[in-house]
């Protein structure tokens, strides 16, 4: 009888086991760097934007995520557990979702000083409390020279220059001197002859750069060159210099961190990713040639051979002296 019962109690154990995973499911969501007020029910609130895909399109999510911290300016990719509630309220949610990890993060906005350098930035609008001026039919540009400390451009009638000191996230701007024509932008012209005065911090995001002046007005400048290439080897330069891997870029490229030859340290670099034949695809996955001159690495092979360790590949190195190094890389996006 006790055997029985056993039987029949590790029976229904199963069953509620079997039931409680089919009311739990597994999502994997990317979470954008800011949240956007919407409405649940009738009343306003914050809400998270996220998608499943990056193909895909955000959608507002008006609900807390157990465990779940938003920082602005930071994008995520994060596992939940979606668990089906039994007793909903009324129009509530009828689901909880917690935490499981976040695969990673992502920092989407930069202060670092070098990504205003060896660039053209075409002023879009000007914003004030909260109204926008479309700046573009100006034509208006700004080049900052951050290495003379000189801030030059044009400005919808004129050319101007002026001093300008920069630190990371900070512009000091000098006195303002400027031609002398007449034109009829004359209004946006103003504006930001007002907005380059006094003290200024900036910002980049998705490949735009913000400067907040002391007046309250925020410039929204796209670049000629996109800020990619920069913003890598930026961040490329926080990462661990031990630490061996290779990310795909939103642009195509790759950004490999590889170990320099004979010194004790990893070479930073952007890299291409080269079309394999036939024969190559039995023991290649990615080829990857570097974008300018590297000055030690020639081609890095990412290799098919299968490696236990979670997102480790093997891979060959070759340097510009024909010497072949195989490792391990790790694989960061």
């Known amino acids: 009888m006790m055997r029985k019962l056993m039987i029949a109690f590790i029976a229904l154990a199963g069953w509620l086991s079997e039931i409680k995973a089919q009311e739990i499911e597994i999502k994997r969501w990317y979470v954008a760097d800011s949240k956007t007020a919407c409405l649940l029910g009738d009343a306003m609130t914050s809400c998270l934007r996220i998608r499943e895909s990056e193909d895909s399109n955000f959608v507002n999510f008006p609900y807390t995520i157990e465990g779940f911290n938003h920082e602005k300016g930071f994008e995520y990719y994060i596992e939940v557990n979606q668990e089906k509630l039994k007793y909903p309220e009324g129009d509530g949610p009828k689901y909880k979702w917690t935490l499981n990890t976040i695969i990673y993060q992502k920092n989407t906005v930069h ?44 400005s919808g009638c004129n050319n101007f220059s002026a001093s300008c000191s920069y630190a990371n996230a900070l512009m000091q701007f000098g006195t303002l001197n400027s031609t002398l024509k007449t034109c009829n932008f004359s209004d946006i012209e103003s504006k930001i002859n007002e907005a380059l005065k006094g003290k200024a911090t900036f910002y980049a995001r998705h490949n735009m750069l913000y400067i907040v002046c002391e007046n309250f007005m925020t410039l929204h400048l ?78 890095v092979e990412i290799l098919t051979k299968a490696n236990e360790k979670p997102d480790m590949y093997y891979a060959i190195i070759t340097y510009k002296n024909g010497t072949k190094k195989e490792m391990e890389i790790r694989d960061a996006n």
């Open 111 to 154: 202060l670092d000083k070098r990504i205003l350098a060896n660039n053209t930035f075409q002023l879009i609008n000007i914003e004030q409390f909260g109204k926008k001026t479309l700046a573009m039919r100006a034509k208006p540009t700004l080049i900052f020279n951050t290495d003379s400390n000189l801030i030059y451009g044009f």
């Open 222 to 299: 796209r670049p000629e060159k996109k800020l990619d290439s920069i913003i890598n080897i930026i961040e490329l330069e926080k990462e661990p210099k031990n630490d061996v891997n290779f990310m795909k870029n939103e642009d195509g490229s790759y950004r490999v961190n590889a170990p320099a030859m004979h010194a004790a340290t990893n070479l930073f670099f952007i890299y291409r990713s080269s079309k394999l034949t036939d024969s190559e695809r039995k023991k290649i996955k990615y080829k990857f040639i570097p974008i300018g001159m590297n000055p030690e690495i020639s081609m």
